[in-house]
């Protein structure tokens, strides 16, 4: 086996996935842990018995990071509401995530600071998502101060089996704020510096490109291209989930790939040596990864950019399997708790189908002794996609009640115009910024390319059987 | 399963045994956290009620002079009480400016 790490990604989301499903206590997680730990220095010299104990060492380690996530501080904000409180919260914060519009009620994630009980004052932490009536849109990490009813989810369930109030603990969210009035604070903005300069960086392309594209190219362009889906129509949304294409709204591992190459092919204009692109790539990586609010699709793909330009720069072929496990290991360990995200879930079975089941297929079918070599493009791209659909179509059945078998066909479609409207989305900020009188020529191929893939997504769901709505 | 050399063995074990010490620490941190409460003052304690207020109360405070003073003390006793703190704004010398200098002095029962 040459890939232990994803043995060890494997038994880690096991024991996290243990911890989720039957309730264990921390000392006794810890102690286990401990104890499996002094049997794995023990057992240094002797191979067999070493990966036993680290692997269960690692079991337990992921039901004690997950059990330790879910140990809030005294000072929590979740554990200072209470429920007969007639006074308004005020809770101090700055803003985590970028406002979504649903219902004419914006909703954000605000990193609480301090709470005000009547004229009690709590130095506070925690994350709390607050909705506010009308269309906010609050900058990230600007810090505010909002008044209302402070709350904790409630567990009913929606149409899928998961429920609200999980969901939103897998998200480190356990109080929710129905706010009726904010204000500004006189503090400076809070947040990470970097996260401050790439959002500034975000909101500075908005101002370049926004003028020339119309309103729904400019929901498509900050959805592909910068990360923002607060804009996107419900309609359009909708249907894309209906056809199954619903994930080139998202930015992923395929954006990041885009951001790779045009950073690479830039830099090559400038005759520079290949490990210094390289190399410049990956603060680029990481400046998109957090532009687009550092989603763990985002994330996942840019640890895995990462690794295997790092790979190349030292002249070592990246494994695909330990990039992808360490990817997780990297996510899980920091938030044990996005194992139950479907988001992470998508974003790595996806991958992870493709680069199980693509291979196997395309082996099985000898597509590589085609002679024809549009031919083997065309019946790639079509097992890529096949592999994508069955690896994620259980969970797309689980949380969306919906099973759709145009989906490879319409992604056969879909994705390649999908890949030319990113393009020339980061044409348009590049022109934008260095070429400002052919940014509204590139904006009017933008326009015409987001209409041919809705009209072409709108066509294909009206196809009969191209979808069901199930209840599992 | 995999094989990993004798290095790579002693290099997982560090690399775990340290990601085990940083869980405890950061559980130790979360349940020790202290809970900093502070009691803001009420406005009966730090302002002065206007219509209860004597000669003796407005001089006592910043930005009054005694002229200004006798002057909220006649309209009060002309007009009688103040209904809200926007009234002080009719009082002869009382500004915009100086309404909103005043008014965070003051409250109303």
């Given amino acids: ?260 190459f045009i950073v690479i092919l830039f830099l090559k204009l400038f005759r520079l040596p290949r490990k210094i692109r390289l190399s410049l790539a990956i603060p680029c990586l990481i400046i998109y990864c957090f532009i687009t609010g550092a989603s763990t699709p985002v994330v996942r793909a840019t640890v895995m950019a990462i690794i295997i330009i790092f790979g190349y720069l030292i002249k070592r072929e990246a494994d695909i399997y330990n990039s992808l496990a360490i990817a997780a290991l990297f996510i899980l360990l920091a938030h044990p708790g996005q194992l139950f995200d479907i988001g992470f879930q998508l974003s790595f079975m996806s991958v992870l189908s493709i680069i199980c089941i693509y291979p196997r297929i395309r082996l099985f079918l000898r597509i590589g002794c085609l002679k024809s070599r549009y031919l083997k493009f065309l019946l790639d791209s079509l097992l890529v996609s096949f592999a994508a659909w069955a690896g994620t179509l259980w969970f797309i059945a689980y949380y969306f009640s919906i099973f759709s078998p145009i989906t490879v066909f319409a992604n056969l479609l879909i994705v390649p115009i999908a890949t030319l409207i990113t393009f020339c989305g980061f044409s348009i900020i590049s022109a934008g910024v260095f070429f400002v009188p052919l940014t509204h020529y590139f904006a009017l191929t933008f326009e015409l390319l987001a209409s041919l893939l809705i009209n072409i997504n709108n066509s294909l769901i009206r196809f009969p059987w191209a979808y069901f709505n199930i209840r599992v | 399963m995999f094989s990993l050399t004798q290095e790579e063995r002693k290099v997982v074990l560090f690399l775990l045994t340290t990601a085990l ?41 910043q930005n009054i002079s005694p002229l200004l003073a006798k002057k909220i003390i006649e309209y009060r006793n002309l007009q009688g009480p103040f209904r809200n703190l926007e009234e002080l704004k009719e009082v002869k010398g009382i500004g915009e400016v100086r309404y909103h200098k005043l008014k965070d002095l003051f409250y109303i029962q």
């Fill in chain 2, 21 to 61: 010490i940083g869980l405890g620490t950061s559980f130790l941190i979360k349940i020790n956290s202290p809970l900093k409460c502070m009691v803001l003052p009420n406005d009966t304690m730090v302002k002065i009620d206007i219509n209860k207020a004597n000669l003796e109360d407005l001089l006592a405070l």
């Fill in chain 1, 1 to 260: 086996m040459k890939s232990p790490l994803v043995i060890f990604a494997f038994v880690f989301s096991l024991g996290i996935a243990l911890s989720g499903s039957i309730k264990i206590p921390l000392a006794l997680a810890f102690l286990l842990a401990f104890l499996f730990l002094i049997f794995s220095f023990l057992t240094l010299h002797k191979s067999a018995r070493f990966n036993i104990f680290i692997c269960l060492f690692i079991l337990t380690l992921g039901s004690t990071a997950l059990i330790n996530e879910k140990v809030l501080p005294k000072s929590h904000i979740s554990k200072l509401i209470t429920y007969r409180n007639t006074t308004p919260y005020m809770v101090t914060g700055y803003v985590l995530t970028p406002s979504t519009l649903k219902h004419n009620k914006s909703a954000f994630v605000l990193r609480a600071r301090e709470l005000q009980i009547g004229n009690l004052k709590y130095g506070t932490c925690g994350d709390i998502l607050v909705y506010i009536d009308g269309d906010k849109n609050f900058s990230s990490a600007e810090q505010l101060i909002f008044s209302g009813n402070l709350y904790r989810p409630f567990s009913k369930n929606n149409l899928s089996k998961a429920s609200y109030k999980d969901y939103l603990r897998n998200q480190g969210i356990y109080c929710i704020m129905k706010a009726k009035s904010y204000r500004r604070t006189l503090k400076a903005n809070r947040g990470l510096s970097l996260k401050r300069f790439c959002l500034n960086l975000k909101e500075g392309t908005k101002k370049k490109t926004f003028p020339y594209l119309s309103g729904i190219s400019q929901s498509i362009f900050s959805a592909m291209v910068l990360g923002e889906r607060r804009n996107i129509p419900a309609l359009l949304n909708s249907n894309m989930v209906k056809s199954g294409t619903v994930h080139i709204l998202v930015v992923s591992g395929f954006n990041v790939g885009i951001v790779a």
